[in-house]
């Protein structure tokens, strides 16, 4: 089956911009989703699609696709976005088979 | 708006069969539209799908773990409920249940609270 790959950790200082990546052969067919996970919760879906937010996500929040990589982008960082950040997409060997990224520990300072 | 909650024991003996339910509130199993989830995550550890279900009761399984994974569903009751047997400790995790959409984007775009389910004598 397919990996994603992302950065284990990032930090941003409040009210900056920070950037997630996600890379995966499988990124190359289709289109990530990204989750937030905040300690002792389950994740929460804020990107989907080409660049789709759930109602309630904040517009600081987006998504873009090139070739085999997947980013998530947060721009304008708050305290409340420090979380965990998982992306997710179909595995490029069958269309009912899903795989996570490792997630990326995102640190607001 | 719909709410799923995950039900069952937070402890199961090393080769007995792991059985958890998932109740659908604010929304019916039966009007399709989505498939309906499970996965886990392994303690500090990332995500893990294990397979879903349809309401029609197809259901798809990751290969990893298909030999000793059932899914099922029950429309009436608006549950639906997995079954892992033959665990191990390696098994331990939070389990989730979750929503599929069907488009091509396939989010899982709503999720249980979870449940930490152990496996120890």
């Known amino acids: 089956s397919s990996e994603l790959t992302q950065d284990p950790a990032v930090s941003v200082a409040l009210g900056q911009t920070v950037r997630i990546t996600c890379q995966g052969d499988s990124l190359r067919s289709y289109y990530a989703s990204w989750y937030q996970q905040k300690p002792g919760q389950a994740p929460v879906l804020v990107i989907y699609g080409k660049n789709n937010r759930p109602s309630g996500i904040p517009d600081r929040f987006s998504g873009s696709s090139s070739g085999n990589t997947a980013s998530l982008t947060i721009t304008g960082a708050q305290a409340e976005d420090e979380a965990d950040y998982y992306c997710n997409s179909r595995d490029s060997s069958g269309n009912h088979l899903y795989v996570f990224g490792t997630g990326t520990k995102v640190t607001v300072l | 708006q719909v709410q799923l909650q995950e039900s069952g024991p937070g402890l199961v003996k090393p080769s007995q069969t792991l059985s958890l339910t998932c109740t659908v509130s604010g929304g019916s199993i039966s009007s399709g539209g989505y498939y309906w989830s499970w996965i886990r995550q392994h303690p500090g550890k990332g995500l893990e799908w294990i397979g879903y279900i349809y309401y029609s009761g197809s259901t798809y399984y990751n290969p990893s773990l298909k030999s000793r994974v059932t899914i099922s569903v029950d429309t009436s009751k608006n549950q639906f409920s997995l079954k892992l047997s033959s665990v191990t400790a390696a098994d331990t995790a939070v389990y989730y249940c979750?929503?599929?959409?069907?488009?091509?984007?396939?989010?899982?775009?709503?999720w249980g609270q979870g449940t930490m389910v152990t496996v120890s004598s």
């Open positions: 979750a929503r599929a959409t069907l488009d091509s984007s396939r989010a899982f775009d709503i």
